[in-house]
């Protein structure tokens, strides 16, 4: 089993930047992809970014490219989420994932899940 609890959300400004943490234990992820997602109030929970288990390759959704940036330190057993120029709709419960495989988008490819830390961006 892999527990993940994320941190580093809170309240900032659009504009501003954040970056979330990952924390894994109970099993090493390095050879795990990793992914965030994040969840609006009324939403689904949709992708955001996603890594390889070797951090050789990333995938962003089209509405952070740019913006964002994911990272992992295997040593450390944990992920990143580095945050730019946040914008309002960013606002949402944001939540890491670790995969077997390579299915980033979907998330019902992803084998285990944090419990999300909450990201509000005002305008």
């Known amino acids: 089993q892999v527990q993940l609890v994320e941190s580093g959300g809170g309240l900032v400004q659009a504009g501003d930047s954040l970056r979330l943490s990952c924390a894994a234990s109970?099993?090493?992820?390095?050879?795990?992809?990793m992914g965030w997602f994040r969840q609006a109030p009324g939403k689904e929970r949709e992708f955001v970014a996603a890594?390889?288990?070797?951090?050789?390759?990333?995938y962003y959704a089209d509405s952070v490219k740019g913006r964002f940036t994911i990272s992992r330190e295997n040593a450390k057993n944990t992920v990143y989420l580095q945050m730019n120029s946040l914008k309002p709709e960013d606002t949402a419960v944001y939540y890491c994932?670790?995969?077997?495989?390579?299915?980033?988008?979907?998330?019902?490819?992803?084998?285990?899940w944090g419990q999300g830390t909450q990201v509000t961006v005002s305008s």
């Open positions: 109970g099993r090493t992820i390095s050879r795990y992809s």
């Open positions: 994932a670790a995969d077997h495989g390579w299915a980033p988008v979907a998330p019902s490819g992803y084998d285990y």
């Open positions: 890594i390889t288990w070797s951090g050789s390759s990333t």
